[in-house]
């Protein structure tokens, strides 16, 4: 064997060696180092990152939608399509028309606003209690709101603005 050769066998063997150790050293580290968590599921993210709807058809009956998903730019007409998804159990029915400023809602299950003028029930809305100032398409939702669809006739309140004239019964009553 002449010098050459040699040198090539040595480097070869370094070669080797050196890639057995990288290849160890990598599984070394993938055992010592703790896994990446993977994000969590929408369902089972944290209660205060979802929002609570309740759709109150004003004879009654309501329905309520708890720990819905809330990304970052969730607005009152997002969290509803979140409640209308198909794949969820009793998924709601929303009869919507336009999107944005101009989206409106005109029923849900099949109920509908009901008569005209001051003797008519119309759907509104109200977050955390606060009837909504804006349409619903734009008005934004926070994590751990809780938003209040009701079928009720408007009645001024004492700060002049439009609020809804029946509310929830209070069950300390």
Do not use: C
Request: net charge positive.
């Amino acid at each position: 064997m002449n010098f050459a050769e040699f040198l090539v066998r040595r480097a070869i063997v370094i070669a080797v060696v050196l890639l057995i150790v990288t290849v160890g050293g990598v599984t070394l580290l993938k055992r010592l180092l703790p896994a990446p968590t993977p994000p969590l599921p929408a369902a089972l993210a944290p209660a205060a990152a979802r929002v609570t709807l309740t759709i109150d058809f004003g004879d009654g009956f309501s329905k309520t939608y708890r720990d819905l998903p809330t990304p970052p730019d969730a607005t009152v007409v997002s969290v509803l399509q979140a409640a209308a998804d198909p794949t969820r159990p009793h998924a709601l029915t929303i009869d919507l028309t336009g999107s944005g400023e101009t989206a409106f809602i005109r029923g849900f299950d099949g109920v509908g606003n009901q008569g005209s003028g001051p003797a008519g029930r119309y759907w509104q809305f109200l977050v955390n209690g606060a009837l909504g100032s804006r349409g619903a398409g734009v008005t934004p939702i926070k994590p751990g709101d809780a938003i209040t669809w009701t079928l009720a006739a408007y009645a001024p309140s004492p700060t002049g603005e439009s609020a809804p004239a029946a509310t929830a019964p209070n069950p300390s009553k």
